[in-house]
C-alpha cells in the first residue's frame, strides 16, 4: 500500500488548508485513517482518526479547528485544518490500517509527511 500525501504549505495564522491522503496499491480493506503530525522537538502526535462508520476522534489541541474525513470509496483521507496557529507547524503524517485478507490483523503505513508552516 502506498500513501500520497499533498496539501502542506505556508499559511498565515488565522488561516486553514486542506490535506489530502490517497492510499493506493493492494489494498484489501482500509480499517482506521488518521493524521499524525511531529512538530520541532517534540514527538510525533495523533492529530485525528476516522474509522470506517464515520466516528472521528480528535487531539484536543485541534478540536474545533480541524475536520478529518474520508471519501465513499474510503480509500482517500482528509484533514480540513482551520484557524491554524504557530504551534500547528509541523511534519503531518497520514497513517492507515489494512487489514490481511484472512482479517486476523491489520498491517500499517505511513505517508512520507507533508509540512505545514503557519508563519506571519
Known amino acids: 500500500v502506498q500513501l500520497q500525501a499533498s496539501g502542506g504549505g505556508l499559511v498565515h495564522p488565522g488561516g486553514a488548508l486542506r490535506l489530502s491522503c490517497a492510499a493506493s496499491?493492494?489494498?484489501?480493506?482500509?480499517?482506521?485513517m488518521a493524521w499524525y503530525r511531529r512538530a520541532p522537538g517534540r514527538q510525533r502526535e495523533l492529530v485525528a482518526s476516522?474509522?470506517?462508520?464515520?466516528?472521528?476522534r480528535y487531539a484536543d489541541f485541534v478540536k474545533g479547528r480541524f475536520t478529518i474525513s474520508r471519501t465513499g470509496g474510503r480509500n482517500t483521507v482528509w484533514l480540513q485544518m482551520n484557524d491554524l496557529k504557530p504551534e500547528d507547524t509541523a511534519v503531518y503524517y497520514c497513517y492507515v490500517e489494512d487489514w490481511a485478507t484472512d482479517y486476523s490483523t491489520f498491517h500499517d503505513y505511513w505517508g512520507q509527511g507533508t509540512l505545514v508552516t503557519v508563519s506571519s
Open positions: 496499491g493492494s489494498i484489501n480493506m482500509l480499517n482506521t
Open positions: 476516522i474509522v470506517p462508520g464515520g466516528s472521528t
